[in-house]
C-alpha cells in the first residue's frame, strides 16, 4: 500500500499545499513542521516554476517570490531531507513538467524518492501522455496522482480505474484561487470515479474556509486548500507560521466531523 494512502486512514484528509521558498525555504520548512503538528494529513510541496499554467494569481506571484529569494530544485531537495528527520505524513511535489525534464526526469524523480517524496502531482500532464513519467514512477515506487476535472465526463472511469495514491478532482474550472462559492457537482464526478476503483477521491481548486471543506468533505475522502494558505505567506511573510498553523487546525477541525 502506497504512503499516500495512509493519509486517508483515520477519516477525512486534510491536505495543505505550500509553495517551496515563499518567502524563504527556511520559513517553508518551518510552516511544513507545524502543518503536520495542526493536523495535516498529507502536504503538498510546490516547487516554484515560471509559467505555472493551472495556478491563480496568488500561487503564481508565490512561484515569482519564490524564484527571486533563490530557490531551486536542488536547494527544496536539501529542505525535505531535513524535513524528513521529524515529519512523518506523506509529502508530494506539485509541479510542471518542465521542472522534470530539465532536471532530468529519472534524476529528478529517483532522487525525490530517495529523500522521503511519497510521489508527484503534475498538472500539465493529460492521463494520456503520462506514461513517460509513470513508467519511472513505478520504478523507484512512487504515485503519479491523477486529476479529473468537471469537463472530464466519460473519461473520469478510466482514469479513476488506473489512479494510484490519490485522485484529485478538480472543483472548478480554470485556475487555481479561492471561490466564494463551488457549483461544480462534485458528488457526481466523485461518484463515477468509485464505480471502478476504490482510491481515495480529494477536492482541491477554490476551497477557501471552513464551511466550504466540511461541505465538500461530505462527497470527497479529503479536502485540499493551496491559495488560501499561499495568500497567507504573501500577506504575513516571515510571521505566517503561525498564521498558518492556526489556519490548519480550524480546516482539520470542520471536516474531522463530516
Known amino acids: 500500500m502506497s504512503n499516500i494512502r495512509k493519509a486517508f486512514d483515520h477519516g477525512k484528509a486534510f491536505i495543505p499545499f505550500i509553495t517551496c521558498?515563499?518567502?524563504s525555504?527556511?520559513?517553508?520548512?518551518?510552516?511544513?513542521?507545524?502543518?503536520?503538528?495542526?493536523?495535516?494529513?498529507l502536504i503538498e510541496l510546490g516547487i516554484p516554476f515560471s509559467d505555472p499554467t493551472a495556478e491563480g494569481p496568488v500561487i503564481m506571484e508565490a512561484?515569482?517570490?519564490a524564484l527571486a529569494a533563490g530557490t531551486t530544485t536542488d536547494k527544496v531537495f536539501e529542505m525535505v531531507k531535513r524535513l524528513r528527520k521529524t515529519v512523518k505524513v506523506p509529502m508530494v511535489f506539485m509541479t510542471y513538467a518542465n521542472v522534470i525534464f530539465s532536471y532530468g526526469a529519472e534524476k529528478f524523480i529517483r532522487t525525490s524518492s530517495e529523500i522521503g517524496i511519497d510521489g508527484f502531482i503534475l498538472?500539465?500532464?493529460?492521463?494520456?501522455?503520462?506514461?513517460?513519467?509513470?513508467?519511472?514512477?513505478?520504478?523507484?515506487?512512487?504515485?503519479l496522482v491523477s486529476m479529473i476535472a468537471p469537463t472530464s465526463h466519460d473519461r473520469i472511469k478510466m482514469i479513476a480505474a488506473d489512479a494510484t495514491g490519490f485522485l484529485y478532482c478538480v472543483s472548478s474550472l480554470g485556475v487555481t484561487g479561492t471561490r466564494s462559492q463551488i457549483t461544480t457537482d462534485v458528488g457526481a464526478m466523485i461518484k463515477t470515479a468509485k464505480q471502478v476503483s476504490d482510491v481515495p477521491c480529494a477536492i482541491g481548486f477554490g476551497i477557501s474556509g471552513p464551511k466550504?471543506?466540511?461541505?465538500?468533505?461530505?462527497s470527497a475522502d479529503g479536502v485540499i486548500v493551496g491559495s488560501a494558505i499561499v495568500r497567507l505567506c504573501a500577506e504575513y511573510g516571515e510571521k505566517s507560521t503561525e498564521k498558518i498553523?492556526?489556519?490548519?487546525?480550524?480546516?482539520?477541525?470542520a471536516i474531522a466531523t463530516v
Open 21 to 23: 521558498g515563499d518567502p
Open 25 to 41: 525555504l527556511e520559513v517553508t520548512e518551518q510552516i511544513v513542521i507545524e502543518m503536520e503538528k495542526a493536523g495535516a494529513d
Open 63 to 65: 512561484n515569482i517570490r
Open 123 to 143: 498538472p500539465d500532464i493529460p492521463y494520456e501522455e503520462k506514461g513517460e513519467f509513470l513508467d519511472i514512477c513505478k520504478k523507484y515506487d512512487m504515485d
Open 212 to 218: 466550504q471543506a466540511k461541505e465538500m468533505a461530505k
Open 245 to 253: 498553523a492556526e489556519f490548519v487546525r480550524i480546516m482539520k477541525e
